[in-house]
């Protein structure tokens, strides 16, 4: 078994899971709580409260609003929302819902509490937690990780993947529907025009989340989501030529031409999003490829295209060294053959 490290097996457990619906990143948000408050033991009817808490502004109707949906199977009820309907209605009491919530949502074999320290379809070797039927108990390597400041951003990663899975099962067309707004923050819905949620979280992961122009780590100073190939060349955002970066570092690029090492780097970044069950998978197909290398010819003609089409100059990466490829999906790969 190879080793790796609390923090990014975390990240492989978020992003390679199989979310057939939104409870991963529920429970992911409820432990991440848990954790930051260096909680050891918690009660299993708390955990199943929390969950039915945090689930009930997403799953009561709202006025005007369609109506959101918590599984990929668009015609079937998840339990949380029956839970949820059957508590508004008077049908259960709230200790009744608990333990509905408790039973079916949680600890039932093949819903979330038993299947979550999972990437694809395999355990991990070191789970986040152990329960029994009455109580949940953190393991230290989820109290590590969540005790640091500069893995709080992974909180904020995990509510964007449950808004953007959330989203996705409610409609239909997603991938076909959707765009951003001008400064690239937010998904949208083309009809309405309405905020999904904010988009740099979901693409950052993929890249490690580091600046895809320096290689350096965020720290605190500001980001934005940049068009990889200048957007007056290629004309539009796909998502494939979407990356985030310092906004420093893209102020620096402004129009240039980005140096072809870049290329390598986001089709990479690109076969990374793609092994993921993401919401952006469908996207990212749509408007390169089905196939990985239908997806590398349609970067790799883009960029030649530019190169011969248009006389900029070339941005190069500050520093050679530190460009290192996207190190952590190989990682959780060879981490996840040797499980
Ligand atoms: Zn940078």
Same mark, same amino acid.
């Given at each position: 078994?190879?080793?790796?490290?609390?923090?990014?097996?975390?990240?492989?457990?978020?992003?390679?899971?199989?979310?057939?619906?939104?409870?991963?990143?529920?429970?992911?948000?409820?432990?991440?709580?848990?954790?930051?408050?260096?909680?050891?033991?918690?009660?299993?009817?708390?955990?199943?409260?929390?969950?039915?808490?945090?689930?009930?502004?997403?799953?009561?109707?709202?006025?005007?609003?369609?109506?959101?949906?918590?599984?990929?199977?668009?015609?079937?009820?998840?339990?949380?929302?029956?839970?949820?309907?059957?508590?508004?209605?008077?049908?259960?009491?709230?200790?009744?819902?608990?333990?509905?919530?408790?039973?079916?949502?949680?600890?039932?074999?093949?819903?979330?509490?038993?299947?979550?320290?999972?990437?694809?379809?395999?355990?991990?070797?070191?789970?986040?937690?152990?329960?029994?039927?009455?109580?949940?108990?953190?393991?230290?390597?989820?109290?590590?990780?969540?005790?640091?400041?500069?893995?709080?951003?992974?909180?904020?990663?995990? @509510?964007?993947?449950?808004?953007?899975? $959330?989203?996705?099962? *409610?409609?239909? %067309?997603? !991938?076909?529907?959707?765009?951003?707004? #001008?400064?690239?923050?937010?998904?949208?819905?083309?009809?309405?025009?309405?905020?999904?949620?904010?988009?740099?979280?979901?693409?950052?992961?993929?890249?490690?989340?580091?600046?895809?122009?320096?290689?350096?780590?965020?720290?605190?100073?500001?980001?934005?989501?940049?068009?990889?190939?200048?957007?007056?060349?290629?004309?539009?955002?796909?998502?494939?030529?979407?990356?985030?970066?310092?906004?420093?570092?893209?102020?620096?690029?402004?129009?240039?031409?980005?140096?072809?090492?870049?290329?390598?780097?986001?089709?990479?970044?690109?076969?990374?999003?793609?092994?993921?069950?993401?919401?952006?998978?469908?996207?990212?197909? @749509?408007?390169?490829?089905?196939?990985? $290398?239908?997806?590398? *010819?349609?970067? %790799?003609? !883009?960029?030649?295209?530019?190169?011969? #089409?248009?006389?900029?100059?070339?941005?190069?990466?500050?520093?050679?060294?530190?460009?290192?490829?996207?190190?952590?999906?190989?990682?959780?790969?060879?981490?996840?053959?040797?499980?």
């Amino acid at each position: 078994m190879r080793d790796i490290s609390n923090d990014l097996l975390w990240r492989g457990v978020i992003r390679y899971g199989k979310n057939q619906a939104t409870y991963k990143m529920a429970l992911g948000h409820l432990l991440i709580n848990y954790a930051k408050r260096n909680f050891e033991k918690i009660p299993m009817d708390d955990v199943a409260s929390d969950f039915f808490q945090f689930y009930l502004p997403h799953v009561r109707p709202k006025e005007g609003m369609p109506r959101t949906r918590q599984l990929k199977q668009p015609r079937k009820d998840s339990s949380i929302e029956k839970a949820v309907w059957g508590y508004d209605s008077g049908k259960f009491t709230e200790s009744q819902t608990i333990k509905f919530v408790k039973d079916n949502c949680l600890l039932a074999p093949h819903v979330v509490i038993p299947r979550f320290n999972m990437i694809q379809q395999k355990k991990i070797h070191a789970p986040f937690y152990r329960w029994d039927k009455s109580n949940l108990y953190l393991n230290d390597n989820i109290l590590d990780i969540f005790s640091l400041k500069e893995n709080q951003y992974l909180g904020e990663q995990v @509510l964007s993947r449950f808004d953007l899975l $959330q989203y996705t099962f *409610s409609q239909s %067309e997603f !991938a076909s529907n959707m765009t951003y707004d #001008k400064n690239l923050e937010h998904i949208m819905n083309m009809q309405t025009r309405t905020n999904i949620t904010k988009f740099k979280p979901a693409l950052s992961g993929f890249q490690d989340d580091k600046c895809f122009l320096c290689g350096h780590s965020y720290q605190d100073d500001p980001t934005e989501v940049d068009h990889l190939i200048p957007y007056d060349i290629v004309g539009h955002d796909e998502i494939w030529n979407l990356e985030v970066a310092h906004k420093l570092c893209n102020g620096d690029k402004l129009d240039d031409m980005p140096h072809r090492q870049y290329m390598d780097r986001i089709i990479k970044r690109n076969e990374a999003l793609m092994a993921s069950e993401h919401p952006l998978k469908q996207k990212m197909q @749509l408007e390169a490829g089905k196939t990985p $290398q239908e997806r590398r *010819s349609r970067v %790799e003609n !883009a960029y030649k295209n530019a190169v011969k #089409k248009f006389n900029r100059s070339t941005y190069n990466p500050p520093d050679k060294n530190n460009l290192v490829d996207h190190t952590e999906y190989g990682e959780i790969l060879r981490y996840y053959a040797s499980l």
